[in-house]
């Protein structure tokens, strides 16, 4: 499982042996069974963690019980809860496995320290944060600008390889839509 990681951090960060063994040293290789939770509202997200397979999901489910989800993770992309990790404080998310899964966990206080005595890992991850960032604030565009055809549109482009994993009521929550407003504006789509 590791060999995979270790692939994506030599292409991605251009990290040499004696770095990627460092990394290895405090890696946790875990298997999630489909519907298997990774964390749960209301624990404390202490890793880091990097998908090698599967898919993986983000989510709160409100007042009314119903699920909204935040964001999905497959191969090679990082997930978390990036308040709880931060802050210590209590998960208001939920992160499940949509299909059996590979990972990797790298506990905080390891996280830190690798980013302290690897340079080049801190610039990769500093890095992916950025990018990151720049996607919560396209999202947040996409919700309060786009319209749900556009919104669609753009998630088959930018998520082709999600779109064909997931199921369609999970990608209507993800676009803050209702499946059935979905299915329409999937008809259309596909009829054009």
């Known amino acids: 499982m590791f060999e995979a990681f270790e692939k994506y951090l030599k292409e991605k960060a251009d990290l040499d042996a004696e770095e990627i063994n460092a990394v290895r040293a405090v890696s946790m290789e875990k298997k999630v069974r489909k519907r298997q939770y990774l964390l749960q509202n209301g624990d404390v997200c202490h890793n880091n963690c990097f998908i090698v397979k599967g898919c993986l999901r983000m989510y709160t489910v409100g007042d009314d019980g119903v699920e909204h989800i935040l964001r999905f993770a497959v191969e090679n992309w990082w997930i ?24 990797i966990l790298i506990d905080k206080p390891d996280f830190l320290n690798l980013l302290t005595t690897i340079p080049k890992f801190k610039n990769f991850i500093d890095s992916l944060l950025a990018r990151s960032y720049d996607a919560i604030q396209n999202r947040v565009m996409s919700a309060i600008s786009y319209t749900t055809e556009e919104r669609y549109q753009n998630f088959i482009t930018r998520f082709p390889d999600i779109f064909n994993r997931v199921p369609l009521h999970m990608i209507a929550s993800y676009l803050g839509v ?15």
């Open 80 to 103: 978390s809860d990036r308040e709880s990790y931060n802050n210590g404080s209590p998960s208001k998310c939920n992160i499940d496995a949509l299909e059996d899964c590979e990972v």
């Open 178 to 192: 209702s499946r059935e407003t979905l299915s329409r504006v999937r008809s259309q789509y596909v009829n054009k």
